[in-house]
DNA sequence: CGGATCGTTGACAGGTATCAATGCTGGTGG
DNA sequence: CCACCAGCATTGATACCTGTCAACGATCCG
C-alpha cells in the first residue's frame, strides 16, 4: 500500500449550526455563544479514496471531524510492516493528539470517498478555556477511542484466522445503518487483523462460497447468524 | 486465573500535597485552593499481587491512581478467554471511563504488591468545574492510555511469538528505572501476546538458555542489544 | 511428606506464512 | 470498440510455526 498526498481541493467554510450531523460531532454541545468564540475557519475538504489525510510528520495544527465515510489509521513499523489500529467513521474524530500538543500518531488515509470538517487546534484550545461543556466531548470521544483499542486488542488479534474475519466482518456490518457495507481491500483486512493478505482473501473466499457473506466489488452484506455461530466456537 | 477479591485493608487518608510522586500524578497541576475543594476522602489502598481493585460489575464510584507496583487490565470474552489489553505503572490512572459515567471496562487485577489512590469520582466532577488544568492531565491520561493501545496492537500482536516476547521482555525493561525488572507468569505472557501459555514458557525458556534474558524467580535482566537484534527481521 | 501450582518439555496435528501462478476487472489509449 | 495493462483477488503447494494434549519437574506451603 502506498499512501499518496491529498488530491482533493478546499470547499470553503460552512456554517457548524448548519451542519446536518451536528448532534453527532464535536461541537454538540456548544451553546451559540461558543460559536461565536469560533474565529478561524472550519473548512470541508473532500477526499478521494486512498489520500492521506495526515502523517506523523505533517504540523499539528488541526483536528479533523468525519462527515461521511471512512478512514484508516495505519501504525507503520521500522521495517516496513504496518497495521491499520482504527477505522473512523461518521462523528468520529481523527488526530485528538493535537490536542495535547502531540505529533499524530499514524497515518489517516481514507479507505472510500470521505467528506470531513478540519478544525483548528486554536479554535479548540481558544473555547477550552471558556466551554466545560466541550471538555466532556472532548473525553468521551477519547473514552470511545480507548475502549474500541480494547475491542480491537481482543476481537481482532485472538482466535483464528476465520473467526477474526468473521468479527470483522459483523463489526463492519453493524457500523451500517444500511444493509450493504464497505468490503475493504483484502490487504487491508489482512492489516486490520494482522493475518496476510493471502490468508484474508482465503477466509473471504470461503465465506462467499458457503453463502455467509454476498459481495460484487466492494458492496457486501452478511448472514449475521451463520457468522455468529463461527465466532463462538 | 481465578481473579480473588481485595484482602488488603484500608489505610486511612493522606495528604495529596505531602505524596512523594504528587508531579506524576493526575492532581499535579491542582493549586492550592483546588485541594481545598477535596470533600471526599482519597483513601490509600494496599493490594497483595492478584486482588481484585474493580470489576465491570462494580459500583463506578472510584478512579484510582497508582503509587506502586502494576496493575494488569484484564478483558474477559464470553467463551471464557480472555486477554490482557494493558499494564498499569506509577502516576497511571485506572477506570477512568467511570468519569463519563460508563461502567469499568475491564478487571483490573494487580500483578504485584501494589499500592493505590482511591479518589471519588465526585470530587473529580467538583474540580472539573473549577479548574481547567485537570481538564488538561485528564487529557494527557487518555492520551497515554489512546497511544499505548496503538503500541500494543502493532507489537505485541504481529510478527511470530518469539518476536513479540521479545518485545515485551523490552517494554517490561525500559518502563523500570532499575536494571532488574518484574518478569509476569506464563499464563500473564500469553494473555499480553495472544499466544498460549505453553508457547510462552517456550520463548522463555529458550531466551535463558542462550542468555538473552537472565531470571530468578519473578526477577528478570535481558540482554538488549540481542532483543533488539531479534525483532529486526 | 503430600498436594497444589506453576514452569518446562515432547509429540503431533492443524493452521498459517510463504512463494508462485493464474484469474479477474476497470481504465487507458489506439 | 477492442486490446492491453496494472492492480487486485484467488488458488495451489509446501514448509514452518503454533496450538493442543500430555507428561514431568520445580517450588512452596501446610
Not at 102 to 124: E, R
Not at 149 to 158: E, G, P, Y
Not at 166 to 191: C, H, N, T, V
Amino acid at each position: 500500500m502506498k499512501p499518496t498526498s491529498i488530491k482533493s481541493a478546499w470547499k470553503g467554510s460552512l456554517k457548524c449550526q448548519l451542519c446536518p450531523i451536528k448532534d453527532k460531532v464535536l461541537f454538540a454541545d456548544l451553546t451559540e455563544d461558543d460559536f461565536q468564540q469560533l474565529h478561524l475557519p472550519i473548512n470541508e475538504i473532500e477526499l478521494a479514496a486512498g489520500s492521506v489525510l495526515y502523517q506523523p510528520t505533517d504540523d499539528n495544527n488541526y483536528i479533523y471531524t468525519l462527515r461521511s465515510g471512512s478512514i484508516k489509521l495505519v501504525h507503520y513499523l521500522t521495517n516496513g510492516n504496518y497495521r491499520i489500529t482504527r477505522i473512523l467513521r461518521q462523528g468520529d474524530l481523527a488526530g485528538i493528539e493535537a490536542l495535547n500538543g502531540s505529533a499524530y500518531f499514524q497515518h489517516a488515509i481514507s479507505m472510500q470517498n470521505t467528506s470531513i470538517c478540519q478544525i483548528p487546534v486554536k479554535n479548540i484550545e481558544h473555547l477550552n478555556l471558556k466551554s466545560s461543556n466541550l471538555y466532556k466531548q472532548l473525553m468521551d470521544r477519547w473514552q470511545k477511542a480507548q475502549s474500541e483499542a480494547d475491542i480491537w486488542l481482543t476481537d481482532f488479534t485472538m482466535g483464528n484466522s476465520k473467526q477474526r474475519v468473521a468479527k470483522l466482518l459483523i463489526y463492519l456490518a453493524e457500523q451500517e445503518s444500511e444493509q450493504a457495507f464497505f468490503l475493504p481491500p483484502r490487504e487491508d483486512i489482512g492489516a486490520l487483523l494482522a493475518i496476510t493478505t493471502e490468508t484474508a482473501s482465503r477466509m473471504i473466499a470461503e465465506f462467499r462460497r458457503d453463502k455467509t457473506l454476498n459481495y460484487s466489488g466492494n458492496t457486501a452484506s452478511i448472514n449475521l447468524k451463520k457468522l455468529n455461530i463461527m465466532i463462538m466456537k
